[in-house]
DNA sequence: CCAGTATTAGAGCGCGTTCTCCAATACTGG
DNA sequence: CCAGTATTGGAGAACGCGCTCTAATACTGG
């Protein structure tokens, strides 16, 4: 991405930083996140996308090559962003206390963070980015690989075994439930009430117990 | 939408029934339920869903006045055909049998309709048409009140109540739930697997117990 | 101060899309 | 057979979109 324009054949030129960047990449994929919350995927066109951080359309095609390059890492980091704090409340070493703090994380990570909710859970990815580019599909083939293996390991540590079935059933209780739980409210662009919190601790206990 | 071209200055005549339609409504429907379910809204272009059922794309205009027109009756259509089955369940008079049955009428509605059910669950109302048309938003204001008042009912005979705290319960527990346990599966564009009405089942029954 | 470089800035091209238009057509009831 | 009408059939206009291109610009290390 960086030094796109620069010809090989001068050498290697290690001096000069160049024009410090006005639009960082975390700026313009904040500001597609934001347009992507509002108007869902027709409403982030590069031109708008552009329009709402006050850059022109050429900075953005500098800093991504293309609309799906640009929409595929914000993908990519939105995924990741929520996966950190599912993983970080899973790896509690209380096994009911791991599996229910992992599961109402979903609705506390989405009244924070209500725009990248919006993105992770209104949209599927291919419909966000349409043709994946190829330069990222290696990022996409393990995005899942982290939160599968805490799953498969859990629910080892719980039923002795990470056989279909039992790996089904967590999750179904750690990942489907609560997204069941958020997304007509997310839908609704209003924060998930505490009663989703509740109605979740008590469906998890009532499959993993 | 009949009789578009006609003139109302000539009187009412009421003879002469006019060339029969070679691809009716429900055909052009069924295309654009297609392209939708195998490649999403931005498949489904005007003239995809001609070129799908062997139509010029003027016939399709002339039935349906616009795209969003004619897939905002899809949605209407669809919605209404995965309504009927689940209020038929959940009219059983036994409390529990009606719960059970209107759960597990989800993963059995997305087994036999899979381009139905992609259309239904993978798209969101407002992303598929954009603009809704004026026209139809009567049908739309009341699309979901048939379904709004039988979760009420059944919450009332259940509880005594239908306070808020008790609805939100069985909405979660019969529509949530239902919905979350098949969505993977329907968006892998397999059938859901016989144990997912399993988990239907016992968490419906865990959670209204 | 200079050479080197990344970035800004915005005009405009090409393409695919929705939608329009009108003549030709195939059926109706009388 | 006839008048009346809904529908077909397809070409193309109008528009918005992603993307490209070139010059100007604002930094860097030396």
Redesign the interface.
Known sequence: MVGRRRDPRVGPRLTAMGRPARFPADLILDGAARLLAEG???AATTTAVAAAIGAPSGSLYHRFGSRDLLLARLWVRTVGRFQAVFLAALAHPDLDRAAVDAAVAVPVWCRAHPDEARVLL???R??LV?RWPAELDGELATLNDAVAAALAEHTRRRYGTAGG?EL??AT?ALV??P???V??HV?AGVAPPA?VDA?VR??VA??LG
Do not use: Q, S
């Open positions: 869902g995927p027709g209104l949209h599927r291919a419909e349409g079935a089904a059933r179904f489907d439930v997204h069941a739980a997304r007509r839908a009663e109605l008590e469906t009532a499959l």
